[in-house]
């Protein structure tokens, strides 16, 4: 049976697609100790046990982020620099 390679991980944790699903309310949790900077959220995540072994990817933290902002579930700031 020939299978597609795009459908080999439709659904597998490391397409993010289960992302919001498990880190979001980590991140609201990880919020609720005051404001922080993604980086330093990206630290944090990874001192979970249950995502020590595969933390989640750095770019879609950012997303999440983001989309966790245009929903009005947190709010950010844009410093000076980069």
Do not use: W
């Not at 049976?1 to 309310?25: A, I, K, W, Y």
């Amino acid at each position: 049976m020939f299978v597609q390679e795009d459908s080999l991980f439709d659904g597998c944790p490391c397409s993010g697609c289960n992302l919001p699903r498990f880190v979001l309310p980590l991140l609201l949790g990880l919020l609720a100790d005051g404001p922080q900077h993604g980086y330093q959220l990206l630290q944090r995540l990874r001192d979970f046990h249950t995502l020590r072994d595969s933390p989640p990817d750095q770019a879609g933290i950012y997303r999440l982020l983001k989309q966790m902002e245009d929903n009005g579930l947190v709010s950010g700031e844009q410093g000076p620099g980069r």
